[in-house]
């Protein structure tokens, strides 16, 4: 065969877009521009030169690992500079916590529950409870963070469980419900001061969004961010493969890794699980799942094992898998349907106790089976 320049241009060019994003390929094509037009060939041997050690770059991911929000993360991207961010993200997640975490008892959220008149609302707690509201109407109160004082007395906060009556229960729901309480001129107004807020059915998607967000400042635009099982995959990797996620099956565990049920690809999405087979315990023969249904009071008892919620970023996907799993299979298949903006993976127990799995159109296309 005979190699053009013509047909070698189309080659570098494919080789290209496989590992550049559009606006690196345009910025590289203006270098060279410029530099023919001053007809510096040095200039352009070089650049060629920066290029190839760029490649080189692409093709080695820079990985990152650590503990945050009690669980771990990993961040995985590629970058030509081979810049290490580990003391930047992990400076992020404490700040992050400081704000948002239920263990810290000086953090911005335990202030407001606490109802310390002084706290100074930041950016982090002001974008989750608005995205807490949010969510809690387009779900008519399946999502509520305002579930914390449920929480805690079935003892899925602080491992102290109260006195469980139906009394206990129908009192605490008196000050229980997002309609009563509100963000206004930077304070939070509560009906009630025993309110108390939870963001931990959403808060760890939205770390994962802003750890995206820094990395997309820092001009890198392939990676993937995981942390404690929440992801979000940017662009394809510079092989031009996506970014691979896999979905567990949910079988009752509470430490170990269970084996995988499917693989996702994903691109330019957030991905997030719910489910009730980790966070649970066993009293008196009966299993008490950590997720709560803030308008009875009780944790959810249905038929829905875990769900896998795709959408535009991860906070939105880890607000409505948590929701999801409050309505239960059949309400959550209506819910989809007529959201096509979210895509998701049910996996429930048939009437035999056997897994069974539905997915929504979109969701079926990026997702392998595992036998």
């Known amino acids: 065969m005979k190699f053009t320049s013509k047909y070698f241009s189309l080659q570098l060019f494919v080789f290209i877009q496989n590992i550049l994003t559009l606006p690196e390929i345009y910025n590289l094509c203006t270098k ?5 037009q001053m007809n510096k060939f040095l200039t352009v041997v070089f650049l060629f030169f920066s290029f190839s050690l760029a490649v080189q770059a692409q093709n080695n991911p820079i990985k990152i690992n650590g503990f945050a929000q009690g669980t771990t993360f990993a961040v995985t991207y590629f970058d030509n500079e081979n810049r290490g961010f580990k003391d930047e993200i992990e400076k992020i997640l404490q700040d992050f916590d400081h704000s948002l975490s239920l263990w810290d008892p000086t953090s911005v959220i335990c202030r407001v529950n606490n109802n310390d008149t002084s706290v100074i609302l930041d950016e982090y707690f002001i974008s989750c409870f608005n995205k807490s509201q949010q969510t809690s109407v387009e779900t008519d109160g399946a999502f509520d963070a305002t579930v914390q004082p449920l929480v805690s007395l079935w003892g899925f906060l602080l491992n102290k469980k109260g006195n469980i009556e139906k009394k ?17 001129d930077g304070k939070i107004i509560k009906k009630d001061p025993r309110i108390k807020l939870d963001f931990n059915g959403i808060a760890q998607g939205y770390s994962v969004d802003v750890i995206s967000s820094f990395l997309y400042s820092k ?5 993937l961010v995981e942390i404690g099982g929440e992801v979000y995959g940017s662009n394809k990797k510079p092989d031009g493969n996506n970014w691979k996620v896999g979905i567990e099956q949910p079988m009752d565990n509470d430490e170990n890794e269970n084996p995988l049920k499917a693989i996702v ?3 330019n999405k957030g991905l997030t699980t719910a489910g009730n087979y ?11 799942a950590h997720t709560i249904n803030p308008q009875t009071g009780y944790p959810t008892k249905n038929n829905l094992l ?6 535009d970023n991860a906070f939105t996907a880890d607000a409505f ?6 309505m239960g299979l059949e309400k959550a298949k209506k819910y989809l349907k007529m959201h096509p903006g979210l895509q998701a993976c049910l996996i429930y127990a048939d009437k035999k106790g056997k897994f069974k799995t539905f ?6 296309k990026i997702t392998t089976e595992l036998k």
């Open 265 to 267: 690809k994903i691109e």
């Open 32 to 36: 060279v521009f410029n530099a023919l």
């Open 359 to 364: 997915e929504t159109s979109e969701f079926k």
């Open 321 to 326: 898998d948590t929701a999801l799993m409050v």
């Open 278 to 288: 980790r966070k649970f315990y066993i009293e008196n023969g009966v299993k008490y």
């Open 306 to 311: 875990s769900v896998t919620v795709l959408a």
């Open 168 to 184: 206990t229960i129908d009192s605490i729901l008196q000050f229980v419900g997002y309609t009563k309480i509100e963000l206004k």
């Open 219 to 223: 001009g890198i635009s392939r990676f």
